[in-house]
């Protein structure tokens, strides 16, 4: 089957707007040290000319607002997007906000939308999705919060952490048990908790590598949280009960994506300064160029950013094409192989930067920060690789070891070779 990536002409003319939009208005910002109300008012005429263009919340579909562009399309544009940290939330696709309505359109009633999801879609609420737990992150099997059925209402207790957002959030969307004696994948649900509840405690923001000192950033934090019978009514549920995971994939799965695609934006950045610093730079005689090191690193991040722009492409395209369930290989490839891309070009760019590189005079150092989480969140790469062995080696049947010995084909060659050569001998 051929691969089609192409989009119309008139797209182009998109595409140029917003990479002009991204270098000109947005990354200026990482050279200010802006407070959060200040950075908000400088943003948001820029969020009213993304609306304008029709390219806020792009990644939804027409009747709730986005641009309903399909995969492909948002790849590149997210390709874009990825080269400024601050560049997905001016577009109104900032995470988690984005798999929460995302998540809320699939699942959610006409009233948690309109109460939820239609404001956040407005960029009027902030929101967090609240998971992993201190036991179980790689494996959401082991969750251990608890949802119980108390008349109109279900009760939730639990402690979760790396709740990205919690802490400036207006609600969260909480997963828990509300079946323990089925299996996981049909015992657990959602339930949209509005941050204000009784019991829920925000106990802090966690320091973490790419945000070591909290306070002050105008990226929140990834809070550890406390439910401590927060009582909730039924009719915030989202979707059926026991159906928590089928959502979660429905939300996980465009949001690895998009996550790659934001990195090979991001990559490209790093790239474009390795390759400037090479050619300006001279070291021993030559300039950094000259020297075979860098131009293998130069090479090889080439063909590895290639390598990932085309297997994120395919994955868009696969989706756009049978649905993100039937593109899970696809969706787990891209994500295990585009992290590792994003850290290694990254990690040659903050090298042939020297010592400059590792200052914060230059965004390679928070690059790199941000870069060793992508290997962590959304599912370690290790579990999806795993998951992608799996499901090709279902595809091959075992091959029956034979008791007795039987000729190898070399073997066989010799003894036929022997045969026509006895044959030949026998007419002379």
């Known amino acids: 089957m051929a691969w089609d990536f192409s989009t119309e002409p008139d797209f182009q003319d ?71 940290r601050y560049a997905p939330g001016i577009f109104g696709n900032q995470a988690p906000d984005s798999g929460n309505a995302e998540l809320l359109a699939i699942g959610g ?71 323990p004696t089925v299996s996981a994948y049909r015992g657990t649900s959602m339930f949209v908790v509005p941050a204000d509840t009784p019991g829920v405690q925000v106990l802090r923001d966690i320091p973490v590598m790419d945000h070591p000192f909290i306070g002050g950033e105008l990226d929140p934090g990834h809070a550890e949280v406390l439910y401590r019978d927060v009582r909730v ?52 005689g030559s300039r950094l160029a000259d020297k075979q090191m860098v131009q293998d690193w130069v090479a090889r991040s080439a063909a590895e950013m290639q390598a990932a722009r085309l297997l994120t492409l395919h994955a868009a395209w696969t989706i756009d094409r049978v649905g993100a369930s039937a593109a899970r290989n696809e969706i787990a490839m891209i994500k295990y192989w585009g992290a590792a891309v994003l850290h290694d070009v990254i990690d040659r760019a903050v090298q042939v930067h020297g010592s400059l590189g590792f200052s914060a005079d230059l965004p390679l150092e928070q690059m790199y920060r941000a870069a060793r989480a992508a290997r962590i969140y959304d599912g370690p790469d290790e579990v999806h690789k795993e998951s992608v062995a799996r499901r090709l080696l279902r595809g091959y049947e075992p091959v029956e070891v034979p008791t007795e010995h039987v000729p190898t084909r070399r073997e066989a060659a010799r003894r036929k070779f022997a045969a026509h050569l006895e044959l030949a001998t026998a007419n002379l």
Not at 36 to 52: G, H, L
Not at 145 to 164: C, L, P, Q
Not at 241 to 270: D, E, N, V
């Open 109 to 179: 009633t006409p009233e948690q939308k309109e109460t939820w999801m239609h404001p956040l879609l407005r960029g009027e609420l902030r929101s967090a999705f609240s998971m992993t737990e201190p036991g179980a992150g790689a494996d959401p099997t082991m969750l251990s919060t608890r949802a119980v059925e108390d008349g109109d209402s279900y009760v939730i207790n639990g402690h979760k952490w790396f709740t990205s957002n919690a802490s400036v959030a207006d609600f969260l969307i909480v997963m828990a048990v509300t079946d």
């Open 233 to 284: 009514p039924k009719a915030n549920l989202v979707g059926l009960p026991g159906q928590g995971f089928a959502l979660a994939q429905h939300r996980l799965g465009p949001g690895r994506l998009h996550h790659a695609m934001r990195w090979l934006g991001q990559s490209r950045r790093a790239f474009d300064m390795l390759c400037e610093r090479a050619v300006s730079r001279h070291s021993h």
């Open 14 to 84: 998109t595409l140029d707007w917003v990479r002009r939009f991204v270098r000109e208005e947005i990354i200026p910002l990482e050279t200010l040290d802006l407070d959060v109300e200040t950075f908000e008012r400088v943003t948001a005429p820029m969020k009213d000319q993304v609306k304008e263009r029709g390219l806020w919340a792009a990644h939804l579909p027409p009747e709730l607002g986005g641009g309903g562009f399909g995969q492909v399309k948002l790849a590149l544009i997210h390709e874009i997007l990825g080269e400024c």
